[in-house]
């Protein structure tokens, strides 16, 4: 997908999660997901690489796993820039919201890169 795609599906997935999670995730309106989708993007060019060879030794004993960390630490980054309007519970609502995304951004790249 290319970047726009990708900021225009994340922040409809942004909205589907704060419709299913109501009492964990909060988006006030599709501007406020866009918005958010456009800082997590920016985010995840700028700092999420930093982090990521920072936590390689830890990442590497946990096979992975310490990713989701990452994101979530991502998403908590993007909802202290947004501000309210989009905002999550807790900590581990955050890592929920980051495993889910993480499996429909998966699902949808192979979709679409699948040949017909």
Do not use: C, D
């Not at 909060?26 to 060019?45: F, Q, T």
């Not at 979530?72 to 929920?96: D, Q, R």
């Amino acid at each position: 997908m290319r970047f726009w795609q990708k900021i225009i599906v994340n922040a409809l997935i942004f909205l589907a999660l704060a419709g299913f999670l109501q009492n964990m995730f909060y988006v006030e309106s599709i501007w406020v997901a866009l918005g958010a989708s456009l800082v997590l993007a920016i985010l995840n060019m700028a700092v999420k690489p930093i982090l990521f060879i920072l936590s390689l030794p830890i990442t590497l004993l946990t096979l992975g796993l310490f990713t989701i960390v990452i994101n979530a630490a991502m998403l908590s980054m993007t909802a202290a820039i947004v501000g309210s309007g989009f905002e999550f519970s807790s900590f581990g609502a955050t890592m929920l919201v980051a495993i889910l995304m993480s499996l429909v951004n998966m699902l949808l790249n192979s979709q679409l890169r699948q040949p017909k």
